[in-house]
């Protein structure tokens, strides 16, 4: 009934190919865009945006750079969050070198060489994969980290260790530092992550999203067909490494304000994998989907006693949301092991044929 395919025709190869074969598609992602650019700022606190949307933005696209490596690549990583610190760490060192320089450019910048030391260390995917490519981007994370706490230069010889946001503006509007309002920091991560994300669609529904999964599916097939497989798996390092960075650098310059070597250690690394895998390999949606369950609903169930009026101690609660958040994990992953991309396909699927039978 919502989603009634009758009377939509295809009669051209553009209208087979299109990004919305089905106009009740479309509709939802309008009606999705309307919620997050229109009605929840209506009503979004400054703890709700610190504390729930920006965070659920910034680990999706996170998680949206590990997909593409591991969910459409087939190359398993557990190094994201060092590449996350790689693009935060080359964001304050532009902006810092070049004061003057535009924050958005200096972001897209900074991925860059996040997508160089993506390939670097993606080079020993070309000889080894599976579990000792994970452990050799396991490696690349204990470097990375070692690399931020160790070369002051980096964190300009800051007695702390740390990197601290300045405040930044852009056409007179202050997007960075304390002074910056919640608001215009989640407006800017949000149309950061809706540019990126839309890029990554068309990208993974082109030549080099079918060479990827050709070589995820069966690599020396891939091969014998003609796919180079060095351009293939370095290539999807450097986009994954790119989107990766420029999470690590919102991350630093429009949520934390500031960052010391150990936040980009290797349990992040290790919650953008469980985003992926939960959301669904190799789906864009599911990104989204999986950091709405295990970012933003910790921090639901966190509240949930005060709204109900029951007097239980944090240390209680932070115990409480482990099991839940755990539980859902399991139920998820044995009713539906692809993810909650798929389990949402198979919803979509039930009101294609509605009312009829499968």
């Known amino acids: 009934m919502f989603y009634r395919t009758s009377g939509q025709f295809k009669t051209t190869y553009e209208s087979d190919q299109a990004l919305f074969p089905i106009k009740q598609d479309m509709v939802l992602l309008v009606v999705i865009l309307a919620a997050m650019y229109v009605v929840f700022p209506m009503f979004a606190s400054e703890f709700t945006y610190k504390a729930l949307l920006v965070p659920v933005l910034i680990y999706s696209l996170a998680s949206l750079g590990l997909n593409i490596l591991t969910g459409y690549a087939g190359q398993l990583s557990l190094g994201t969050a060092g590449f996350m610190g790689v693009g ?72 702390s260790g740390a990197i601290e946001v300045r405040t930044m ?25 809706s540019v990126v994300t839309f890029a990554m669609i068309n990208l993974t529904r082109g030549r080099y999203g079918r060479t990827w999964k050709a070589v995820r599916d069966m690599d020396i097939a891939a091969e014998l067909v003609g796919i ?104 998820f992953l044995i009713v539906e092991p692809h993810g909650l991309a798929r389990f949402w396909a198979l919803i979509r699927e039930k009101l294609i044929i509605w009312p009829f039978p499968h």
């Open 228 to 331: 180079n497989l060095m351009r293939a798996k370095l290539s999807a390092f450097a986009v994954s490494s790119y989107i990766v960075g420029i999470a690590g650098a919102l991350m630093v310059f429009f949520w934390k304000g500031a960052a010391e070597p150990n936040l980009f250690d290797i349990p992040m690394s290790f919650q953008i994998v469980f985003i992926a895998i939960i959301g669904g390999l190799g789906s864009v949606m599911g990104n989204f989907l999986g950091a709405i369950l295990i970012v933003a609903l910790p921090v639901v169930l966190n509240l949930l006693p005060e709204m109900l009026g029951l007097s239980i101690g944090s240390a209680t609660m932070e115990h409480v949301n482990v099991m839940v958040v755990g539980s859902l994990i399991i139920m």
């Open 169 to 193: 503006d852009i056409f007179g509007l202050v997007v960075t530092g304390p002074n910056a309002s919640p608001m215009v920091q989640y407006y800017f991560v949000l149309g950061i992550v």
């Open 88 to 159: 935060a760490y080359a964001c304050y060192k532009i902006t810092t070198i070049f004061p003057e320089m535009n924050i958005i450019v200096a972001l897209f910048l900074s991925g860059f060489f996040s997508a160089a030391v993506g390939v670097a260390f993606g080079l020993p995917s070309l000889r080894i994969k599976g579990f000792y490519l994970a452990i050799a981007t396991l490696a690349s994370q204990f470097f990375l980290v070692w690399l931020f706490e160790k070369w002051a230069w980096l964190y300009n010889y800051n007695a």
